[in-house]
T-cell receptor, first 114, second 110 residues
């Protein structure tokens, strides 16, 4: 039973570019959340997708957008990259629609913006 | 907005010593979860506490949820080198998503 998978694992971009990160949730899970984790910090909530819609959003600008597909996989897009967007981007999946259970995290995508 | 604070930020102990990390929320929580992140790894779920005053144990780990449901603690008895990592608490209000603290990094020297 595959856990949460994310791709790519590492990537380097320059300021102003755009990036797309991908996530496949744990088998049977229907909810995907995205977190940004800067070095030495805790994960910061970006947004959550359920039934292909953004259900909740954290305090991130519109440059951060996402999508969920019918198979529950998800993408995170970041436009007009800034140096401060350098971080580990974590995808977490869960199985409930009422946000009461644990999150299963993927290994993350480490983004470096130069 | 909701804030979750953890102390200490960092602790270095000798193997066999005890370790405690504390978590405080600015608001009353529905539940609190604890995660462990090994160096270079991703957060892994440890436990969830839901009830006021709840205490749960996992081998050498003891988790507590405060009576007011605004604070929590994780205590590790007789640390081992395998306990190395950053421990995060994450609180939830109602059906909102989890808000993570900044974590406590634990180093254990043999």
């Amino acid at each position: 039973d595959a856990g949460v998978t994310q791709s790519p694992t590492h990537l380097i971009k320059t300021r102003g570019q755009q990036v797309t990160l991908r996530c496949s949730p744990k088998s049977g899970h229907d909810t995907v959340s995205w977190y940004q984790q800067a070095l030495g910090q805790g994960p910061q909530f970006i947004f959550q997708y359920y039934e292909e819609e953004e259900r909740q959003r954290g305090n991130f600008p519109d440059r951060f957008s996402g999508h969920q597909f019918p198979n529950y996989s998800s993408e995170l897009n970041v436009n007009a990259l800034l140096l401060g967007d350098s971080a580990l981007y974590l995808c977490a999946s869960s199985l409930e629609s009422r946000n009461t259970g644990e999150l299963f995290f993927g290994e993350g995508s480490r983004l470096t913006v130069l | 907005g909701q804030q979750v604070m953890q102390i200490p930020q960092y602790q270095h102990v000798q193997e066999g010593e005890d370790f405690t990390t504390y978590c405080n929320s600015s608001t009353t929580l529905s539940n609190i979860q604890w995660y462990k992140q090994r160096p270079g790894g991703h957060p892994v779920f440890l436990i969830q506490l839901v009830k006021s005053g709840e205490v749960k144990k996992q081998k050498r780990l003891t988790f507590q949820f405060g009576e007011a449901k605004k604070n929590s603690s994780l205590h590790i008895t007789a640390t081992q080198t395998t306990d190395v990592g950053t421990y995060f608490c994450a609180g939830r209000r109602g059906y909102s998503t989890l808000t993570f603290g900044k974590g406590t990094m634990l180093l254990v020297s043999p």
